[in-house]
């Protein structure tokens, strides 16, 4: 069975400022996918970044990176430029690849108890 | 927003009711998976409905249960309430092709059962 940990289960930055999430797995899968959600206080689950496992360059959306360890089993997300409205809960996410093409849909996800960030003025 | 809509917002039961949630999936999805939120937890896995099956489920007892429909609409119903069903139910839709699709979630309805 995979699990998700977030050892952090609060963070705060300043407004402006770059913070970093930690995201550990353990899996004994090599096909896998990686995902950060975010969760406002308005509570929609909001994809941040997705990435995966097979490819060896870090995602990168905007504002929002990762630093992917295959290895380590490590995916943490890095936040630059830190905004009001980023604060939330942060979600990382672990997604098995999918069954045979026969039995179709897809896998669930595992996520971790999630990360409260506040982003200070 | 994601396209993905849920209904109730919110709901209040008692002990030993019953309770259906309704989720619209996003246009041109065919899954839907079903999570609960416990208060301060990450959301757990009750199941997934692919091509109006159930394809996959997690550690939740028979009395949750769920439909899809041909639009591929979902229900997800829960009988015999107990106080610990308390949480925030989310359903995530997704397009299910190759694997690894991404799921993209509802707002949530949020259960209290006293």
């Not at chain 1, 896998?32 to 995966?52: D, H, N």
């Not at chain 1, 995602?59 to 997300?77: C, D, P």
Request: proline residues 4%.
């Amino acid at each position: 069975a995979q699990t998700v940990t977030q050892s952090q289960p609060e963070m705060s930055v300043q407004e402006a400022e770059t913070v970093t999430l930690s995201c550990t797995y353990d899996t004994s899968e090599n096909n896998y996918y990686l995902f950060w959600y975010k969760q406002p206080p308005s509570r929609q689950m909001i994809l941040v970044i997705r990435q995966e496992a097979y490819k060896q360059q870090n995602a990168t959306e905007n504002r929002f990176s990762v630093n992917f360890q295959k290895a380590a089993k490590s995916f943490s997300l890095k936040i630059s430029d830190s905004q009001l409205g980023d604060t939330a809960m942060y979600f990382c996410a672990f997604m098995k690849h999918a069954r045979s093409q026969r039995q179709g849909g897809s896998e669930k996800l595992v996520f971790g108890k999630g990360t409260k960030l506040t982003v200070n003025p | 927003e994601t396209g993905v809509t849920q209904s109730p917002t919110h709901l209040i039961k008692t002990r030993g009711q019953q309770v259906t949630l309704r989720c619209s999936s996003q246009s041109g999805h065919n899954t839907v998976s079903w999570y609960q939120q416990a208060l301060g937890q990450g959301p757990q896995f009750i199941f997934q409905y692919y091509r109006e099956e159930e394809n996959g489920r997690g550690n939740f007892p028979p009395r949750f249960s769920g439909l899809q429909f041909p639009n591929y609409s979902s229900e997800l119903n829960v009988n015999a309430l107990e106080l610990d069903d308390s949480a925030l139910y989310l359903c995530a839709s997704s397009l299910s092709l190759a694997g690894g699709e991404t799921q993209y979630f509802g707002p949530g309805t949020r259960l209290l059962v006293l």
